[in-house]
């Protein structure tokens, strides 16, 4: 089984900043992505961004040139350093990871538990 292990979030100010980290571990033979997506009430889940190996990054739109996404590769963890907040990024946020329990096998993909980032004055 894989595990994503999420920490950060909370609340800030518009105009402030948060961090998110997700750790991904147990039976891994290759990530092919690792990343984070959030979730409004009664939508679908939006990319916000995502670490794709060997060493692509993708941002969704509304989150260019405010958030960043790094990874460690040696713990399989990767952090997304949100400024600028806006009241508009509040949400629920997943890491997500694509992940083969067999070297280059065929990937499955796992969530997190979810963690909740306000924005608001």
């Known amino acids: 089984q894989v595990q994503l292990v999420e920490s950060g979030g909370g609340s800030a100010q518009p105009g402030g900043s948060l961090s998110l980290s997700c750790a991904a571990s147990?039976?891994?033979?290759?990530?092919?992505?690792l990343g984070w997506y959030r979730q409004d009430p009664e939508k679908q889940r939006e990319l916000v961004a995502v670490s794709i190996w060997p060493n692509v990054t993708n941002y969704g739109n509304s989150y260019k040139g405010r958030f960043i996404l790094s990874r460690t590769e040696l713990d399989n963890t990767v952090y997304l350093q949100m400024d600028r907040l806006k009241p508009e990024d509040t949400a629920v946020y997943y890491c997500h990871a694509k992940v083969s329990k067999q070297v280059w096998g065929s990937p499955d993909d796992y969530w997190g538990q979810g963690t909740q980032v306000t924005v608001s004055s």
């Open positions: 147990g039976s891994i033979g290759t990530i092919y992505a």
